[in-house]
């Protein structure tokens, strides 16, 4: 009942800068956190940034300094600036949210579908 759609723009390359942008939609009763994760080939899913309903963001080491992340808690939409791109930035990226059930009231999370940020040469 909850979904995520990812875009993404910008220059995919070493030094370039990337926007992602996710969008949720259907229905839960709010939107408690926002955020992107990634996945290199044979890695584990990471902590790339996220940011709470309130505003409060948090940023993977290799993410401060280069990342921001945003959002509009009314559209339930989150993106991330990443300039400075490096070589450890190419992995696939999920947005993911937490919300609320709208139905169980209980707290879920969603991933979406999952962006490649593909490796550069």
């Known amino acids: 009942q909850v979904q995520l759609v990812e875009s993404a723009g910008g220059l995919v390359q070493a030094g370039g800068s990337l926007r992602l942008s996710c969008a949720a939609s259907g229905r839960f009763r709010s939107s408690n956190a926002m955020g992107w994760y990634r996945q290199a080939p044979g890695k584990q899913r990471e902590l790339v940034a996220d940011?709470?309903?309130?505003?409060?963001?948090n940023y993977a080491d290799s993410a401060k300094g280069r990342c921001t992340i945003s959002s509009d808690s009314a559209q339930n939409t989150v993106w991330l600036q990443m300039n400075s791109l490096t070589p450890e930035d190419p992995a696939v990226y999920y947005c993911n949210v937490v919300v609320r059930d709208f139905i169980s009231g209980i707290v879920k999370l969603y991933w979406g579908q999952g962006t490649q940020v593909p490796v550069s040469s």
């Open positions: 940011i709470t309903s309130g505003g409060s963001t």
